[in-house]
T-cell receptor
């Protein structure tokens, strides 16, 4: 069965810390890996990764994919309280189905 | 606002009642997805439409659940004879063409008493 596993499930850090969120996957067909941020409501898209070793960056957030080892990491540097959210990893298997992990709940203390 | 919208935002119902939720996707998006999310979990795929055709259904979607997308625009998700286990956030998302990134609506939170 296809699955996406995220770790840690929750994380508490202080403002200014750097965090690394992990996502591993086992799917029959892989097309892309996506990261979303979910605050109180709907997930919002962060990154899409399709190729190994190419880092995607947006401000203080960056992500990279390893298709050989079947994992991805999301880094957040100089964390701020506004980064507090659930970070979801998802795999698009190309069969119209997107498989989400359970998410990592990040809480950034002021 | 041209994002994905969902109505109602909250629904409280008694066990055994039927409920219907509506999703209006981004207008040029031809793909529409329904997910269910419970506390501490990521969204679970329920069903997918490409234009008006329902192309994929999860085995989570029991025969009490039905979804439609008439004319390939808005979509409805109906749950018949609701059970307490149906209590969850129901999320709708849309995407354009073959692009993997989906745009989510704010969700409908269902509470079954």
């Amino acid at each position: 069965e296809d699955k996406v596993v995220q770790s840690p499930l929750s994380l508490v850090v202080h403002e200014g810390d750097t965090v690394t969120l992990n996502c591993s996957y086992e799917v029959t067909n892989f097309r892309s890996l996506l990261w979303y941020k979910q605050e109180k409501k709907a997930p919002t898209f962060l990154f899409m990764l399709t190729s190994s070793g190419i880092e995607k960056k947006s401000g203080r957030l960056s992500s990279i994919l390893d298709k050989k080892e079947l994992f991805s990491i999301l880094n957040i540097t100089a964390t701020q309280t506004g980064d507090s959210a659930i970070y979801l990893c998802a795999v698009d298997s190309g069969g119209f189905k997107t498989i989400f992990g359970a998410g990592t709940r990040l809480f950034v203390k002021a | 606002d041209t994002g994905v919208s969902q109505n109602p935002r909250h629904k409280i119902t008694k066990r055994g009642q039927n409920v219907t939720f509506r999703c209006d996707p981004i207008s040029e998006h031809n793909r529409l997805y329904w997910y269910r999310q419970t506390l501490g979990q990521g969204p679970e795929f329920l069903t997918y439409f490409q234009n008006e055709a329902q192309l994929e259904k999860s085995r989570l979607l029991s025969d009490r659940f039905s979804a439609e997308r008439p004319k390939g625009s808005f979509s409805t998700l109906e749950i018949q004879r609701t059970e307490q286990g149906d209590s969850a956030m129901y999320l709708c998302a849309s995407s354009f063409g073959g692009r993997a990134e989906q745009f989510f609506g704010p969700g409908t939170r269902l509470t079954v008493l």
